[in-house]
């Protein structure tokens, strides 16, 4: 997928998309926002060379495999990329690092969450890292007058891969969350996995309910707060709701619905 012809001036970039259903988002977003600023730095003068992008989408973590990852990244290595945007997520991006320091010849930029990653040629260039988005958080929940509150997560992995209590996005998440909340004076008084299923969500809702909690908190990436408003109203209770990275998916006006409230 070029930008420019190639020539021997021509410089390449590469896009590494780990995740299969960010392969909507490469051609309706993330291609066009980088041809924006290619164009932008040309009309200013600061380019002055064809810049043509590689790319790759391949299926990694969570639910394929990382060797497609790691293979992925020699290749736009060799394919004569200076530096390369990707992975997009956690999973990949923390066992490729090891990879890009020891060849130390390519760096990428990635928009996952986590900070264990960064190095002196792996970057991060995200919404809020899973150590931001939890000391911010807790903090606004603190001002807001909150003194016991519940964690909620989802409980398993859907067939589209989520963040739950078990894999590695759920225990950092739940690792900056619990010191969040004792930085700013939150007592957690439960952990709650939300179930997918239906009926075991609202059985899960009404025990938390019953423990009293004055906010939740919900982490990662909002599949299992989706459904949590119907449970809720169920149950009976609709105590105040807060959550980060979740919000990313409202650009969908049905997610916008399901996220009213939070």
Same mark, same amino acid.
């Given at each position: 997928m070029n930008i420019a012809k190639s020539s021997a001036d021509t410089v390449r970039m590469g896009i590494l998309v780990d995740v299969p259903n960010f392969g909507s988002s490469l051609e309706g977003v993330i291609l066009p926002t980088f041809e924006l600023a290619i164009d932008e730095y040309r009309a200013a003068g600061i380019i002055d060379r064809p810049i043509e992008i590689v790319v790759r989408? $391949?299926?990694? &973590?969570? +639910? *394929? =495999?990382?060797?497609?990852?790691?293979?992925?990244?020699?290749?736009?290595?060799?394919?004569?990329?200076?530096?390369?945007?990707?992975?997009?997520?956690?999973?990949?991006?923390?066992?490729l690092a090891p990879y890009v320091e020891k060849l130390a010849e390519v760096?990428?930029?990635?928009?996952?969450?986590?900070?264990?990653m960064?190095?002196?040629? $792996?970057?991060? &260039?995200? +919404? *809020? =890292?899973?150590?931001?988005?939890?000391?911010?958080?807790?903090?606004?929940?603190?001002?807001?007058?909150?003194?016991?509150?519940?964690?909620s997560m989802d409980a398993t992995r859907s067939s589209g891969g989520v963040t739950n209590m078990r894999n590695m996005l759920?225990?950092?998440?739940?690792?900056?969350?619990?010191l969040a909340a004792q930085d700013v004076g939150l007592e957690i008084i439960a952990e709650v996995p939300i179930p997918i299923d239906e009926e075991k969500r609202v059985e899960t809702l009404r025990d938390l309910a019953s423990r009293k909690p004055d906010a939740i908190y919900h982490l990662g990436l909002g599949q299992g707060m989706l459904n949590m408003k119907p449970a809720l109203e169920q149950v009976g209770w609709?105590?105040?709701?807060?959550?980060?990275?979740?919000?990313?998916?409202?650009?969908?006006?049905?997610?916008?619905?399901k996220?009213?409230?939070w």
């Open positions: 989408v $391949v299926h990694g &973590l969570s +639910n *394929g =495999s990382f060797r497609n990852v790691r293979d992925a990244f020699h290749e736009l290595v060799e394919e004569g990329c200076l530096i390369i945007y990707g992975p997009m997520i956690t999973e990949n991006g923390t066992p760096p990428i930029v990635s928009m996952a969450g986590t900070e264990r960064l190095g002196d040629w $792996v970057f991060q &260039l995200n +919404n *809020g =890292s899973m150590a931001d988005e939890s000391q911010i958080i807790a903090s606004v929940m603190a001002m807001d007058g909150h003194r016991r509150i519940a964690l759920g225990q950092e998440y739940l690792q900056y969350a619990r609709m105590p105040p709701r807060y959550t980060q990275t979740s919000f990313m998916a409202t650009a969908s006006p049905e997610v916008r619905q996220l009213a409230g």
